[in-house]
C-alpha cells in the first residue's frame, strides 16, 4: 500500500521520516516521504543545525502527487512533527484530498508537541491539533502528554487514559491510540473506538527515547493497514518498538538502533494483549 508522510527528518539519527520510512518499507509500503524540517541530529541531544521546510515548499511537492492523480492510490496519509501551524493546515487540507481520492484512505495523526509535562513545538501547533485536527482526523496517536492536553484529562493511570481516550472519541477520531502509559515497571499503549478498549504492555527498557513514538507509528500503521485489525496493530506496534529499544541497549547506541532491529519486525514475540471493554 502507498503512505504519504509528512514529518520531520534528521540527518544523524532515527526519528519522524528517518524512523518510519524503513520501518514502512520492511512491512511492504511504498512510501511518499515529505520532510516538514531537515536538522543534522534531534534537538534533544543539544546543539543541532537546520531549519524547517516552508510550507510554500511543502504545498508544491503535494500539488506535483495531485498533478500525477497519485492521491488516487494513496492509502494512508501519516503526519508527525509539522514545524509551524501553517503545515499543520497543509496536511489537514490533504487529507481531505486524499480521502477524496481514494475513499478508503485514512489520515493517521500523531500529534506531536510535547513530552514529559513540556510543549517543545511552535507557537499554533498544539491549537491546531486541538482545534482543528482531532475532528477531521481518522486515527490519532499521542503520548500521554499529548492525550492529557487534547482531552483536558490529566492522565496518571491506565484508568485516566481510558477516560482520555473515551473523551477524544467523542470528539472525532474512528481510533485513538495512546502510547507511553507507564504501570510499574512496564510502559505500554492503549488502543480505543468506540465498540471497545484494548491495552497493551512491554517492559521498560532505559536507553535514549528519541524517535520511539515515531517508530511506534509507523508500526502500528504499517501493521492496520496490513491486517484493518486495531488489536493485531497495537500488539505489533508495542512488540516491535519494545525490540527496536532493546537492540539499542544491547548495542549500547545513542541513537535508536533501527537498521539491526528491522529483520526482527517479522520475528518478534508479541506481548500479551488485554481487553478493558
Known amino acids: 500500500m502507498a ?23 520492511r512491512l511492504g509500503h511504498t512510501v511518499w516521504p515529505i520532510d516538514s ?3 543534522s541530529n534531534h534537538p534533544a541531544q543539544g546543539s543541532f543545525r537546520g531549519r524547517a521546510t516552508p510550507s510554500t515548499d511543502i504545498a508544491e511537492l503535494l500539488e506535483g502527487l495531485e498533478d500525477r492523480g497519485l492521491f488516487t492510490h494513496c492509502d494512508a496519509l501519516l503526519s508527525g512533527y509539522l514545524g509551524s501551524a501553517e503545515t499543520g493546515q497543509l496536511v489537514k487540507d490533504n487529507a481531505e484530498r486524499v480521502r477524496s481520492g481514494n475513499g478508503s484512505a485514512r489520515w493517521f495523526c500523531d500529534p506531536v508537541m510535547g513530552d514529559n509535562g513540556e510543549f517543545y513545538v511552535s507557537s499554533g501547533i498544539p ?3 486541538r482545534d482543528h485536527a482531532l475532528s477531521s482526523a481518522d486515527v490519532i ?21 481510558v477516560k482520555a481516550a473515551t473523551v477524544l472519541i467523542d470528539k472525532g477520531p474512528d481510533i485513538v491510540v495512546i502510547t507511553g502509559i507507564r504501570a510499574g515497571a512496564a510502559i505500554g499503549a492503549i488502543a480505543a473506538t468506540a465498540q471497545g478498549i484494548w491495552r497493551c504492555n512491554a517492559p521498560t527498557v532505559d536507553v535514549p527515547a528519541s524517535g520511539a513514538g515515531d517508530i511506534f507509528s509507523a508500526l502500528f500503521v504499517g501493521q492496520f ?5 486495531i488489536t493485531t496493530a497495537l500488539r505489533h506496534a508495542v512488540s516491535g518498538a519494545y525490540a527496536i529499544l532493546q537492540a539499542t541497549a544491547e548495542a549500547g547506541a545513542a541513537d535508536l538502533n533501527l537498521i539491526s532491529a528491522l529483520p526482527k519486525l ?12
Open 141 to 161: 496517536l499521542p503520548n500521554s502528554f499529548e492525550a492529557s492536553f487534547l482531552s483536558g484529562i490529566e492522565i496518571e493511570s491506565i484508568d485516566t487514559a
Open 266 to 277: 517479522h520475528q518478534i514475540s508479541h506481548f500479551p494483549l488485554e481487553t478493558i471493554r
Open 3 to 25: 503512505i504519504l508522510s509528512i514529518q520531520s527528518r534528521v540527518v544523524s539519527g532515527y526519528v519522524g521520516n528517518a524512523a518510519a520510512v524503513p520501518i514502512l518499507q
Open 37 to 39: 524540517v531537515v536538522f
Open 225 to 229: 493497514l496490513i491486517s484493518s485489525e
Open 127 to 129: 491549537e491546531f491539533f
